[in-house]
């Protein structure tokens, strides 16, 4: 079955970078693109960017553009989100979340568990 | 960046009535080129992450059942669910894939009355 698995908890100092992965598993790596979501404590979903699991490129969000970065090992089917510059507005749950290419829909459907990100000094 | 405003911000419907969440975006989210609506609604119970239940606008995602339907094209949107029952209490949020950034609706919360 489809499982997007997700790192643990992290708290960070403002100012601090912080890493998430996403393990991918029961489905073929390369036909499908990650994106990255997250949702500040009692609000809504915000959009952070995708990754292309073949080649390697990203979109990300002009807000993020110059704090967020994507990767991917396809030797572990895993893929990386690092934010850097943390300030206490990063504080969320993170998600990691699957869709097909650009032409089939960039519609998600399946997600990871979410990673709680807390920025605290 | 399209802004999606999703109405009412929440909703109280008894067991075994219909609940209707609207979601309007600020610009079209139809490719001419496919006639296709690049708009997707998502169900969020507490503690989860947020379950796919329409995409295309209009196409239920496998195992999702037939009481929930979307429709609309263009700009505006509705996601419905014909029957409510006691496990549909969640938060119900739209969102559009037709260009960056992919933004999602505010959210809609539906709770039994």
């Known amino acids: 079955q489809v499982q997007l698995v997700q790192s643990g908890a992290d708290v960070k100092k403002p100012g601090a970078s912080v890493k998430i992965s996403c393990k991918a598993s029961g489905y073929s790596f390369s036909s499908y693109y990650i994106h990255w979501v997250r949702q500040a404590p009692g609000q809504g979903l915000e959009w952070m960017g995708v990754i292309n699991p073949t080649g390697g490129g990203t979109n990300y969000a002009q807000k993020l553009q110059v704090r967020i970065t994507m990767t991917r090992d396809t030797s572990t089917t895993t893929v990386y989100m690092e934010l850097s510059s943390l300030r206490s507005e990063d504080t969320a749950v993170y998600y990691c979340?699957?869709?097909?290419?650009?032409?089939?829909?960039?519609?998600?459907?399946?997600w990871g568990q979410g990673t709680l990100v807390t920025v605290s000094s | 960046d399209i802004v999606m405003t999703q109405s009412p911000d929440s909703l109280a419907v008894s067991l075994g009535e219909g609940a209707t969440v609207n979601c309007k975006s600020s610009q079209s989210v139809l490719y001419s080129s496919n006639n296709k609506n690049y708009l997707a609604w998502y169900q969020q119970k507490p503690g989860q992450p947020p379950k796919l239940l329409i995409y295309?606008?209009?196409t239920r995602e496998s195992g999702v059942p037939d009481r929930f339907s979307g429709s609309g094209s263009g700009t505006d949107f509705t996601l419905t669910i014909s029957s409510l029952q006691a496990e549909d209490v969640a938060v119900y949020y739209c969102?559009?894939?037709?260009?960056?950034?992919?933004?999602f609706g505010q959210g809609t919360k539906l709770e039994i009355k």
């Open positions: 969102q559009q894939y037709y260009s960056t950034p992919y933004t």
């Open positions: 979340a699957r869709s097909p290419d650009r032409n089939s829909g960039y519609y998600l459907d399946y």
């Open positions: 295309w606008a209009s």
